[in-house]
């Protein structure tokens, strides 16, 4: 197995990785395959056959043992583009397959394909287990979310005049959630221009397009986050050992080490993970960032370290009240 074989294309994407390409799009051998091999389970696909969509719930991860997958990258208004192939010992997935989140790519396979699926429970489990592997995945988990970010090539399309209030609004809120996402002037884009028209938008408005081709015409937040899966829309009745409410970096830290504990831990911020100080151009007092650090870097590093963990974050997300009277026994 070599990298000479793990192709990239020629797309926004694969210049947002070049630089580091070794780190984002790593290839196991055999020997790495096989220690595991325990967390998962084989999967056979025949060419052509779909193994997951964008805009619905990944399984996991799929580590390639024999044949290729193909990645592509859509925005839900007609543009699809290959952005990687993976090869026998690459894998893919990116940071939402922590949680379980929603596919941001189409996974096909080219040929009959043989993969290693691990599924989310699973693969924070051999994070923990196999710690010089696990560090090596969630970076390249990271790095592959940090390009759809960049690129700006998947994710929802926002179609709306540029400067308008709403679309800076759900801009923002996509930008401090670590959200990909690109924004679409109808004036620029025809196709942009008919879908804006269609849903009857007014000068103003926003119409989100997400993933599974949901159209939201100036949507709230908590209205866009369900249709990108940072929300469940089944009604839970569930009990947490911890409930963290506000996820900033002292909602955070107390997630990470309740979560490595082995407690059940749930996150509930209304607007986004890092707090103030994830808007923060530069932190330079923070311990072990000598040279500084950003704000949105430090919260997403937090927010992915507590993920691994197994935490499950709930952004946006309200508590409506808090009883603390009854003391533990």
């Not at 710690?131 to 990271?142: C, K, P, Q, T």
């Not at 993920?307 to 808090?322: D, H, N, T, V, Y």
Request: aromatic residues 6%; proline residues 5%.
């Amino acid at each position: 197995m070599g990298t000479d074989s793990l192709q990239s294309f020629s797309t926004p994407y694969a210049a947002s990785i070049s630089g580091r390409h070794d780190h984002a799009l790593p290839v196991l051998s055999e020997i790495e395959i096989s220690r595991i091999a325990r967390f998962g389970e084989r999967r056979q696909y025949r060419r052509g056959e779909r193994l997951f969509a964008a805009g619905e719930r990944a399984p996991g991860i799929f580590v390639v043992v024999k044949g290729t997958l193909l990645m592509t990258q859509r925005d839900g208004i007609g543009h699809a583009v290959p952005i990687v192939r993976h090869v026998p010992g690459s894998f893919t997935g990116e940071v939402a397959q922590l949680s379980g989140g929603l596919a941001l790519v189409d996974a096909v396979a080219e040929d009959d394909v043989e993969a290693l699926l691990i599924p989310s429970d699973r693969l924070r489990a051999l994070i923990v287990a196999e710690a010089d592997l696990g560090e090596r995945i969630v970076r390249a988990l990271i790095l592959r979310r940090v390009a759809h970010i960049e690129s700006g090539g998947s994710g929802p399309v926002l179609i709306g005049e540029p400067q308008s209030p709403d679309m800076l609004r759900l801009q923002n809120f996509l930008r401090r959630n670590g959200q990909p996402h690109h924004a679409v002037d109808p004036s620029q884009d025809d196709a942009a221009a008919m879908l804006f028209a269609q849903y009857g938008a007014g000068a103003h408005d926003v119409l989100v397009v997400c993933p599974n081709a949901s159209m939201l015409l100036t949507p709230s937040e908590e209205t866009l986050a369900r249709c990108l899966g940072m929300l469940d829309t089944l009604e839970r009745n569930e009990v947490f050992d911890v409930a963290v409410v506000g996820a900033g970096p002292a909602g955070l830290a107390s997630a990470v080490y309740a979560a490595s504990e082995g407690l059940r831990v749930i996150v509930l911020d209304c607007r986004s993970f890092g707090g103030q100080a994830g808007a923060s151009a530069r932190i330079e007092n923070y311990l072990g960032f000598p040279t500084g650090i950003s704000g949105q870097a430090l919260a997403g590093r937090a927010f992915v370290q507590a993920q691994k963990f197994g935490a499950e974050m709930l952004i946006p997300g309200r508590a409506a009240s808090l009883d603390c009277t009854k003391a533990w026994r």
